[in-house]
């Protein structure tokens, strides 16, 4: 009896974290708003799939861990084998997220192979996709050029513009009197841009690798408690009808 009542209460644990992970996996719809403005600098749209694939296996994993809270408060029931059919559904996501992320990760110099091209496309309009997204990288990572701001020396932008200065999104924002010319670079953001995109690329992808194996660890650990719960269930009564 005591040991019945552990393996729910571990049960319920086990389930409340699912649902956690399950929050946590809902946080790759993030890297889905930011490839609408760093999608250009990358070579392919199956960069996506890792983070949809989170997305689906969070809201997967919400349903398990509610069903997995609702199983443990009850005796014999049904319930126990829908839960086992969502958990293998949950494996199975979760094992290929954890596989395309780690595949990604070896492959990041292609993924990343349109980057310098990106660069070479600038035009100085804010309204042009290409033009939007070197702006919004160089400010929000604090970048500017592809290895440094010397990048931009060979840009076409840069020789047909007749002006020694490069794009404003490249001035350090600590300084206000920054207005992007070259004869004073120390305003400049001195880091180039593909090196801080590497990183922040690459703390994405270790995140949902991390978390894809905890999540592994939480589905064996649950199957192991559900099918304790089901060896000790009693057994059920039936009785014989009475024939007319």
Not at 41 to 63: E, K, N, Q, T
Not at 176 to 197: F, H, R, V
Not at 202 to 230: E, G, K, N, P, R
Request: net charge neutral; proline share 4%.
């Amino acid at each position: 009896m005591y040991a019945l009542r552990g393996f729910r209460i571990l049960l319920k644990i086990a389930s409340l974290i699912l649902m956690l992970t399950g929050i946590a996996g809902l946080g790759g719809s993030f890297f889905l708003h930011e490839y609408k403005v760093y999608g250009v600098f990358f070579s392919s749209v199956y960069i996506l799939l890792p983070a949809m694939l989170a997305v689906a296996g969070g809201v997967i994993l919400l349903i398990s861990g509610c069903i997995g809270c609702s199983v443990s408060n009850k005796k014999p029931s049904c319930g126990k084998g829908l839960f086992v059919y969502v958990l293998i559904i949950a494996w199975c996501i979760v094992c290929t997220t954890a596989v395309l992320a780690y595949t990604h990760n070896r492959k990041l110099d292609e993924d990343l192979a349109p980057l310098k091209d990106v660069f070479q496309n600038y035009s100085g309009d804010s309204q042009e996709p290409e033009t939007k997204a070197v702006n919004a990288l160089q400010r929000e990572l604090q970048c500017c050029g592809v290895k440094n701001y010397t990048d931009w020396l060979e840009t076409p932008w840069f020789n047909h513009s007749g002006k020694y200065e490069v794009p404003l999104s490249c001035c350090n924002k600590t300084f206000n009197s920054c207005n992007g010319t070259l004869n004073s670079p120390q305003l400049l953001y001195d880091e180039g841009c593909q090196g801080k995109l590497e990183m922040k690329f690459l703390l994405s992808v270790h995140i949902m690798i991390i978390t894809s194996l905890v999540v592994l660890f939480l589905l064996i650990m649950s199957w192991i408690l559900v099918a304790q719960l089901m060896r000790h269930q009693p057994p059920q009564e039936y009785r014989i009808l009475d024939q007319e």
